[in-house]
């Protein structure tokens, strides 16, 4: 410790006493001014800082604490502090350099209102009488205060944030949820309502008049005297409106009702109907004014029945035109033979001998192929016209009973109704006639051989090769 410090540390331990010789010099404000510097221990060589800490110890340890308390509060407070050193400061430099006279407590600074409970302020005023190192403490402790709040606004916009995702978070879990028990909740509440509104004993007489339709379990032929019954099939799947066997029973319905009219549709063209319980009546005889044209339901089978009814019928209307032709063309042959003499007998033996060659040669060909578009591009056999122009070739004989077989056949399949088809000579291979059978209608069925009786058409599942 300097040797200023101890004399001054030694003065202040002495009772502070006041010159009476002194007083009697000095005014009344004088005197009491002197005798309150003397209360508070000030010394001759006290600076005037040191005179003004000494005289306002109290409120400068009130001021600290009550600084420091506001520093944690609030900075702006704290900065009060060093406004007010600063302030003490250049008041006292002021007046060092405008006057050697001692102050008053007036001349120097208001005191101010602080309180008694700081402590901390005396000793850096007092061991130190340079105060840049409180100011320097507290810019530190400022500092160190500014820190702490950025770090703690972070902190809480960080969390801020944080809580906002996951509030976001769980607003999409149960907004998801919610949707999810709505369309479950939904479709439970539909498959409910269409569970309860179906009778079961409704369904059940449903199937019984539905099956009653048809000949067989397969349901590929329908009984012509059900048809009647089709409204009262129809009342029937009304009353299945809104459950869940209603889509089966309409999809069941509608297919029947188009079987149905298309039956009908075909025997209309007849005179008395030509199917009756799927099977075709090839005695029907279609009407003068019949139109057909092709009709498919989805049944195979009775799909394949129509088109042989249809197939009968065009057949018909085409035998009738070439009747009334050969009609005509026989009525002026019968009044050529009238008006012929006795004088041809002699040429009879050699018309008998051409009629055998006939019967042997020329067969029962069907129905003309004029105006049908025929299907020759499907047959198994090249077309040959130079064997087709040798007529009088023997390899177009048919063996005896062959073309007979293979007619029945066919008409027993369904393929032709009695002499409706078509027959045409087309190739000669190896010595054999070929012949292609069409409907009459000119679709193509199958390729024969004239003399061994074998046949193949295009179908699936048929012999790949011919017999040659």
Not at 59 to 68: H, L, V, Y
Not at 114 to 136: F, H, I, K, S, V
Not at 205 to 231: E, G, H, I, M, R
Request: aromatic share 6%; charged share 30%.
């Amino acid at each position: 410790m300097s040797k200023k410090r101890r004399n001054r540390h030694k003065k202040e331990g002495q009772e502070p006493q006041f010159d009476f010789d002194e007083a009697k010099e000095l005014t009344v404000g004088q005197a009491i001014r002197k005798n309150e510097e003397v209360e508070a221990g000030v010394l001759p060589e006290d600076s005037i800082l040191d005179k003004y800490v000494k005289q306002h110890k109290d409120e400068i340890e009130a001021d600290k604490f009550a600084t420091r308390q506001y520093k944690k509060e609030e900075l702006v407070e704290t900065q009060s502090l060093d406004d007010l050193i600063q302030e003490m400061r250049e008041a006292v430099e002021e007046s060092e350099a405008s006057s050697e006279e001692v102050p008053s407590s007036e001349d120097i600074l208001p005191p101010l209102p602080l309180d008694d409970e700081g402590q901390g302020l005396d000793p850096l005023l007092l061991e130190d009488e340079n105060p840049t190192e409180m100011t320097e403490e507290v810019e530190e402790e400022q500092n160190l205060s500014r820190l702490e709040q950025e770090d703690s606004d972070k902190k809480s916009k960080k969390g801020f944030v944080l809580t906002a995702l996951a509030l976001v978070s769980v607003i999409i879990c149960v907004s998801a949820y919610y949707v999810y028990r709505q369309v479950n909740r939904s479709t439970k509440e539909i498959e409910t309502s269409q569970s309860t509104t179906a009778n079961q004993s409704d369904v059940d007489d449903f199937n019984t008049l539905y099956d009653a339709f048809y000949t067989d379990s397969n349901k590929t032929a329908l009984k012509n005297s059900q048809f009647d019954k089709l409204s009262q099939l129809k009342t029937l799947l009304d009353k299945l409106e809104g459950s869940r066997e209603h889509t089966l029973a309409k999809s069941k319905y509608d297919s029947l009702a188009t079987q149905i009219k298309a039956i009908q549709d075909v025997n209309a063209q007849f005179e008395k109907p030509a199917i009756v319980d799927g099977v075709l009546d090839t005695n029907a005889k279609a009407k003068s004014d019949a139109k057909f044209t092709d009709i498919k339901t989805g049944n195979t089978e009775l799909d394949k029945v129509l088109d042989k009814a249809i197939s009968l019928g065009k057949s018909q209307q085409t035998s009738t035109s070439s009747s009334s032709s050969s009609e005509t063309s026989s009525s002026s042959s019968s009044q050529a033979s009238s008006n012929t003499t006795s004088e041809t007998s002699p040429s009879s033996s050699n018309a008998a001998s051409n009629e055998t060659r006939s019967s042997r040669s020329e067969v029962n060909m069907g129905v003309s192929s004029a105006g049908v578009a025929v299907q020759r591009s499907a047959s198994r056999v090249p077309y040959n016209q130079s064997a087709i122009d040798d007529s009088s070739n023997s390899a177009w004989d048919f063996a005896d009973g062959v073309l007979e077989q293979i007619l029945a056949t066919s008409r027993s399949r369904g393929y032709i109704t009695g002499d409706q088809y078509i027959l045409e000579r087309v190739n000669i291979v190896n010595g054999n006639g070929y012949y292609n059978l069409y409907k009459p209608d000119g679709t193509y069925l199958f390729t024969l051989n004239c003399k061994t009786g074998y046949f193949v058409g295009n179908g699936a599942g048929h012999a790949d090769d011919l017999d040659y």
